[in-house]
């Protein structure tokens, strides 16, 4: 599993907080095994959601060890879901 944090422009009004243009920082979760193919999963997920003009400013991969200690994904309900469906988009509020 990868985490990403990734700036992101909306291509179109999203909900009332997010307009046409702005950008929004995310952090996304991807449960692949290659960082390569991580990263493009990530920007085709953000490009799904509505978002252009993606940006990686960092990548970090989860230890295997972590991943199976159950109190870790316990207390990570975003990594939790990323482990259950491949990905998790987190938008970050304070934008």
Sequence with gaps: MYIFSADATARKDIDDDVKTGQQVPFIVYINFVDLFGA???????????????????????????LLADERVIAADQAMAEALDGGYHIQMFDDF
């Design 39 to 65: 990263e493009q999963l990530c920007k085709i997920y953000l490009m799904r959601a509505g978002f252009t003009e993606i940006n990686i400013h960092k990548r970090k991969g989860v230890a295997p060890s």
